[in-house]
């Protein structure tokens, strides 16, 4: 079942509202402040580069048909874009008929394994004062036994809207909410029904407020979740666990518990869902991946680098997949195939700021100390923020006796982390080369109570 909520609103004004409304509406739309209309075009245009994306990996079919509205019958053609080999519909595109460069509204969906939707984006715009989309809708839809629900969010993050329908334990079920009735006190959302309806829907939009990000989740999923707590995230690990003793062979569940476990460093867990999802179905590629990230975070590196190998040898385009197993042959010593890795994710994606910094690590390792500085330089222009790469700077500038460079990056490096032990001694040892001795002795003194940092692939002043 597809709802259309955006376009029904858009379809109600036109029917009811007179001149005098839609000059209401003009003045309403024109008076919204300049950072939402901004956001909300973004995202508008963000929905119709997913829908470029989406139909440009798969062969597709078309269907068109034209429409409108009373005063205007024959106002929009739309063209509805299916997966050749399913039949799922895709996207739809709504095109104003007189000028088909102006986007009426775009609409995406987004299918699990099973083909069912799981996401949904949607932007719409009036025929007239297109300053900004009328309406902007993200939706997340969750399948409990007999039960559809989903969550509905606009282009601003606001939770606006939920849905449930279907049968629980043979008793019909229809829960509607508005956002006024979201809240704590709101009796209906203790019940039973709410609860197994909406529970494993996230309450944020996070990072699906991107539509593009879709398309990076064969990339990013595992180490990137919209949750924003540890308490919350085992919150949904036991709702997870929930479902899963009534329906044990979910996968999809299985995913995101497997995820969920990784996030909070339950390692051993993490490889035992995926190796569960891996049982059940051999062909969820991500399965591979996150099973090969879990085992070398919980010790069995090889095993991680036999499943990232199989990941790789299905999704060889993967740069991220090469960096991570790039970095596990680092931790094991075996630099040649390490700098192999790391050198293929670069050739893949040039901007992979963590590939660089590594691959700037082995070549510092090796004395190749101008490519080293090159690298690891490269990191930190794609990633300012990225504090292991002004260290791993500050290290190799050292080393070639630049000392003052090699003080501007540390500072970097500890003004993103202040409490670094490594990266405080490193500084200690730089003040010395500059003739600071009573600074560094300071700093060293201080980085002493700290703990050990636990980067393999972080350069050691050792």
Known sequence: MRIYIGLMIIVTLFVTHSAHGLAAIKTQVMEKDYEHIKSWNSFADAVYKLHKLQIKKVAYTTETSRGGYPNNPDYYIETRYFDEASGRLLSRVQREASDTNKIHVVEVFIYDQQGKVIRDYL???????????????????SYQSDLHAFRQFDASGARIYEQCSGTLNGEDVFLSLEEHEFYPGEAVL???????????????????????NEFKTTETVIEESPLASHEERELFIDIYSDM??????????????????????????????????????????EAYFGRGMAHGRNGDVRKGIVDLTVYIRRIPDSSLAYTKRGVRYLWIGDEKNAQQDLSKAIELNPRNAEAHDDLGVIYARQGQHTKALKHVQTTVSIDPTYMKGH???????????QYQQALDAVDHAL?????????LLLKAEILRSLDQPQAAQKIQEEAEFLPEGNWSEQLSIQ
């Open 244 to 285: 899963l003793e009534n329906d044990p062979t979910n996968t999809d569940v299985l995913m995101k518990r497997a995820q969920l476990y990784f996030e909070v460093h339950y390692f051993d867990l993490a490889v035992s869902d995926y190796t569960d999802v891996i049982r059940l179905n051999e062909k969820i590629d």
């Open 415 to 423: 003004a993103l982390q202040s409490n670094a032990r490594g990266t």
């Open 391 to 401: 260290h791993n700077m500050a290290m190799v500038l050292y080393i070639t006796e």
């Open 190 to 212: 203790s019940t039973r029904e709410y609860q197994r309806c909406f529970s494993s829907i996230p309450k944020v939009a996070g990072r699906y407020l991107k539509p593009v």
């Open 123 to 141: 932007a719409a715009y009036l025929p007239i004062y297109r300053n900004a989309p009328i309406q902007t809708l993200i939706n997340f839809h």
